[in-house]
């Protein structure tokens, strides 16, 4: 780490697992309230489904690591991964670079992230477990009610291994003169 890396969680802390849909949910999954928004970038070039370099919102930039172990966890017959990640602030990235923008309508009730996801290509949805501790009856229930939608469409993976499994390398031309997103 450079002195100028600030290490914004421990990688012993947050432990999470994802899903995410293609397309549209059906009205009984969408949540209610108001979703905080923001819009975050990923630079592809450097993607990997253990790291990614991330521009939050249009603040400084972002480097996650998923640090230790995957351990596969089984929830109302759905299979996830659980992952702990590091992300450690930076001030600016090295060009050229590669970013695909993606907007975020978040609600978070507990210990569950459902995220509407859009960018010029698709929209999506993402839910997310906090399991550093045992899940609430409330997170169980909220679960066990997208559990269909996620056995038959969902995708089990982290940020950067989904976008870089939807938006990765083969949408980029990597020649010098052409670093450009196709």
């Not at 923008?101 to 009730?109: S, T």
Request: glycine residues 8%.
């Amino acid at each position: 780490m450079r002195p100028c890396d600030t290490p914004d969680i421990a990688p012993s802390g947050h432990r999470e697992a994802r899903w995410f849909i293609v397309g549209d949910i059906d009205d009984e999954l969408r949540p209610l309230g108001r979703p905080k928004c923001r819009v975050d970038s990923y630079e592809l070039t450097t993607m990997r489904p253990w790291h990614a370099i991330k521009l939050r919102d249009g603040s400084a930039v972002e480097r996650k690591s998923r640090v230790g172990r995957v351990e596969m966890v089984h929830l109302a017959g759905v299979v996830g991964f659980a992952e702990r990640w590091i992300k450690v602030r930076r001030g600016s990235w090295r060009t050229p670079a590669v970013w695909i923008e993606v907007a975020k309508r978040c609600w978070r009730d507990g210990s569950v992230e459902v995220t509407s996801l859009a960018n010029g290509a698709e929209h999506g949805w993402s839910l997310c477990l906090d399991l550093t501790e045992p899940l609430p009856p409330a997170a169980l229930a909220t679960f066990e009610r997208w559990a269909e939608t996620l056995r038959a469409r969902g995708v089990a993976a982290s940020y950067p291994a989904w976008l870089g499994n939807r938006f990765g390398r083969e949408l980029v031309d990597l020649r010098p003169e052409r670093l450009q997103a196709v």
